[in-house]
């Protein structure tokens, strides 16, 4: 039996069906009541009469003076305060006392609706409505350094914006912003809150008009890379995506999950393997010291950067003749239809196609010069010394320790020995197939003076300090490898020698205190990869140099004795330090000073890109760098 409805729940049902529309719905509604009422209290008046005493010769007011009369009642509750007559008092006392509680809550509607409106932009989940932008989508401890660098290459655009898309509170993310880049220069910030994986939230970023995309992997979770994998599917098979290539950069954490990455990213996007470079990077600068600051003055915006610029008429030109046609930027090599030719012969011929690829402080500043001429009689003739079996310590274990060590064995020579001290397995690393170094694991604490004082660390070559970011929050484990560095310290005072020691800090805020230590070198693995990031993110085609420069095959950066250079105390200009690296098969790009090693206000001593018709003398200690093939 069916069951007969009502018009009350009839009446219920539409009132609920009109509530649930919202604010609009429900103003609309209460303007039509609010309208209702003051017409039905108009005609009772005008009906019965209920006027207040009339002058002599005046007649009533019309039905419509009486609704006009009883709307300013009901807006403004001190309009009756002269009626006269009691009928007519009290149908006005009804219309303002109605009028009150309808304006009151009309007034009430519309301060929800604005509340309301005010908290859904907080959240951030307007449309960005910008083109030709920077958008990073994710969020880490990485997020504030990508965001100054692109902020720094972003000062000669005239609308630069740089928009950020996380799951975190928009209100949050622009508050630590502002605290950790608190000068975003002529860039504009813009964040909003969404999942980077779900289509819908990602076109709250409009993807589709940026100029280059960073993808940033999550801090939680056990699975980071299957978080970044999935944010560049929903790029590149989203079905309103635009119709041309996306400019992606993203960090993958594993090497097991490249392959993945690739066949996502296809040709659209370009992973940086974040382990292997700081394990690459890591190894190398254990081996000479400096080299990490190197490696951040190209990569970051504040100084040199590694340009690319067409110069078709050196056609014909030597590698070496465009070298010496440049006096305040320095040629490392060239790109040939889109491959990379780092540090190639000195007489290889450059085509008129051909892009250089220089260093330089700026692309303004790329501009030829009248070639220099070398001073031949400052050209050292010292024989290169052949490399010896190195020792090297390592204080500490981390998951990058394999790939550091598997790195290592291919600079080194044989014969080379690695100790390890860390509370791990002693069998941990028996898998790795090594053809040059012999691993030695012994259990025990890197922090404890009596553990250091112990391995007799003055027999070592090079010593390592890596920090334990599997097991232990950032602060702690970078405290730890403080305590370790300080104990480092008073060893190498005490008994007079000067230890080669490098170590891996995971705060770049903590790198000035551990300044004290006077460790040769810290290599800050987030900053580095945050550097990375964003030099490959304003310029795809450096994805090639950086993944040549930081692999062991080809052509790498190395700080080499001066004296293998150039003469000992004899003032030469850099134009004989090229000449002088030309005769190696090398290419000269900058000195470090030992005089400044330890001064971090002179950059560790280290210069990139120096003017070639200055004039500098070189003595014990001081380095060249180089490019070389080994």
Not at 78 to 88: K, P, S
Not at 140 to 148: G, Y
Request: glycine share 6%; aromatic share 6%; charged share 25%.
């Amino acid at each position: 039996m069916i069951q007969q409805v009502t018009w009350r729940e009839r009446f219920k049902y539409w009132f609920d069906n009109v509530m649930s529309r919202g604010a609009p719905a429900m103003m609309v509604l209460l303007g039509l009541a609010s309208l209702l009422f003051i017409a039905l209290i108009a005609a009772i008046v005008s009906i019965f009469g209920l006027f207040p005493p009339l002058e002599a010769g005046a007649s009533a007011p019309t039905f419509w003076e009486v609704l006009w009369g009883n709307l300013m009642r009901t807006l403004d509750s001190g309009t009756m305060g002269g009626d006269e007559g009691w009928g007519f008092r009290v149908a006005m006392l009804v219309v303002t006392i109605g009028g009150v509680i309808l304006v009151a809550s009309l007034i009430g509607i519309i301060s929800s609706a604005f509340d309301s409106k005010v908290d859904e932009l907080r959240k951030g989940k307007s449309r960005v409505l910008e083109t030709d932008h920077t958008l990073i989508l994710g969020w880490n401890a990485q997020v504030f350094a990508v965001i100054s660098e692109i902020c720094i290459a972003n000062e000669s655009r005239k609308r630069a914006v740089i928009v950020v898309l996380s799951e975190h509170d928009k209100v949050e993310m622009e508050e630590q912003i502002r605290a950790r880049v608190p000068d975003a220069r002529r860039t504009r910030i813009i964040c909003r809150s969404g999942d980077p994986m779900d289509l819908t939230d990602l076109e709250i970023a409009n993807p589709h008009t940026a100029r280059s995309i960073v993808i940033l992997a999550p801090t939680e979770g056990d699975d980071p890379d299957a978080t970044v994998i999935k944010t560049a599917l929903a790029l590149t098979n989203n079905p309103r995506r635009k119709a041309g290539a996306y400019h992606i950069v993203a960090e993958i954490r594993e090497e097991r999950n490249l392959e993945a990455a690739r066949l996502v990213g296809r040709d659209e996007a370009h992973w940086v393997l974040a382990a292997d470079l700081i394990s690459r990077i890591t190894v190398q600068t254990c081996r000479q010291s400096g080299l990490s600051v190197v490696y951040t003055e190209l990569l970051d915006f504040d100084g040199d950067e590694i340009y690319f610029s067409p110069q078709p008429d050196l056609s014909g030109k030597s590698y070496f003749e465009a070298q010496l046609a440049f006096a305040e930027c320095s040629v490392i090599g060239y790109s040939r239809a889109g491959t990379v030719f780092l540090n190639p012969s000195s007489d290889a011929k450059l085509e008129g196609s051909d892009e250089l690829i220089l260093i330089a402080s700026d692309d303004s500043a790329i501009s030829r010069s009248n070639p220099g001429t070398p001073d031949l009689s400052a050209i050292s003739d010292v024989p290169a010394i052949p490399a010896s079996a190195e020792r090297t310590l390592v204080l500490g274990c981390n998951a990058q320790l394999g790939v550091m060590l598997s790195e290592l064995d291919q600079y080194v020579s044989i014969g080379s020995s690695v100790l390890i001290v860390a509370d791990i397995d002693e069998n941990l690393f028996a898998h790795l197939s090594l053809e040059r170094v012999q691993i030695t694991v012994q259990r025990g604490d890197p922090t404890s003076r009596a553990v250091l004082d112990d391995l007799d660390v003055a027999q070592y070559h090079h010593i390592i300090v890596l920090a334990n970011k599997e097991s232990l929050a950032p602060q702690q484990a970078d405290a730890r490898t403080l305590v370790t560095l300080l104990h480092l310290r008073d060893i190498a005072d005490r008994v007079g020698i000067d230890m080669n020691v490098v170590s891996e800090m995971i705060d770049h805020r903590n790198r000035e205190l551990a300044e004290v230590t006077k460790a040769d070198d810290f290599i800050v693995s987030d900053k580095l990869i945050s550097l990375m990031l964003s030099q490959i993110s304003e310029n795809k085609q450096l994805a090639s140099v950086f993944e040549q420069l930081f692999s062991s095959h080809g052509s790498e950066i190395y700080l080499r004795p001066a004296e293998w250079y150039v003469k000992p105390d004899v003032s030469v200009n850099f134009y004989t330090v090229l000449e002088a690296a030309r005769q190696r098969g090398e290419t000269a790009i900058g000195y470090r000073l030992n005089a400044h090693a330890r001064d971090a206000k002179s950059a560790y001593g280290v210069t990139v890109n120096p003017s070639k018709s200055g004039m500098q003398r070189f003595g014990a200690g001081d380095k060249i760098i180089v490019l070389a093939e080994n």
